[in-house]
Protein backbone atom coordinates (compact mmCIF):
# COMPACT_ATOMS: atom_id res chain seq x y z
CA UNK A 1 0.00 0.00 0.00
CA UNK A 2 1.30 3.22 -0.68
CA UNK A 3 0.74 6.64 1.30
CA UNK A 4 1.97 9.39 -0.40
CA UNK A 5 3.70 11.65 2.26
CA UNK A 6 3.68 8.61 4.65
CA UNK A 7 7.41 6.70 5.36
CA UNK A 8 8.71 4.60 8.16
CA UNK A 9 12.43 3.89 8.92
CA UNK A 10 11.76 1.80 11.72
CA UNK A 11 13.85 -1.50 11.83
CA UNK A 12 11.65 -4.32 12.84
CA UNK A 13 8.46 -4.78 10.95
CA UNK A 14 6.29 -3.97 14.10
CA UNK A 15 7.87 -0.32 14.29
CA UNK A 16 7.12 0.47 10.71
CA UNK A 17 3.50 -0.74 11.04
CA UNK A 18 3.23 1.41 13.77
CA UNK A 19 4.68 4.12 12.55
CA UNK A 20 2.98 3.60 9.35
CA UNK A 21 -0.84 3.88 11.38
CA UNK A 22 0.26 6.97 12.89
CA UNK A 23 1.37 8.51 9.80
CA UNK A 24 -1.80 7.57 8.08
CA UNK A 25 -3.91 8.59 10.73
CA UNK A 26 -2.72 12.02 10.59
CA UNK A 27 -2.90 11.76 6.73
CA UNK A 28 -6.76 10.91 7.32
CA UNK A 29 -7.23 13.31 9.54
CA UNK A 30 -6.74 16.49 7.59
CA UNK A 31 -9.55 18.49 6.18
CA UNK A 32 -10.16 18.11 2.77
CA UNK A 33 -10.62 21.29 0.71
CA UNK A 34 -12.64 19.75 -2.24
CA UNK A 35 -14.38 21.51 -4.94
CA UNK A 36 -18.14 21.35 -5.82
CA UNK A 37 -17.64 18.33 -8.07
CA UNK A 38 -15.22 16.10 -6.04
CA UNK A 39 -16.90 13.14 -5.14
CA UNK A 40 -15.50 11.94 -1.00
CA UNK A 41 -14.65 8.56 0.06
CA UNK A 42 -14.68 8.71 3.67
CA UNK A 43 -12.58 5.42 5.48
CA UNK A 44 -13.49 3.91 8.95
CA UNK A 45 -10.17 2.84 10.23
CA UNK A 46 -10.20 0.50 13.03
CA UNK A 47 -8.10 0.60 16.37
CA UNK A 48 -6.22 -1.93 15.41
CA UNK A 49 -6.15 -3.91 12.30
CA UNK A 50 -4.45 -7.24 12.08
CA UNK A 51 -1.37 -7.71 10.35
Known amino acids: MDLPGVNAQERNREDRLESL????????SLPVDADAEAILTYVDVPERCAA
Open 21 to 28: RIGAEDML
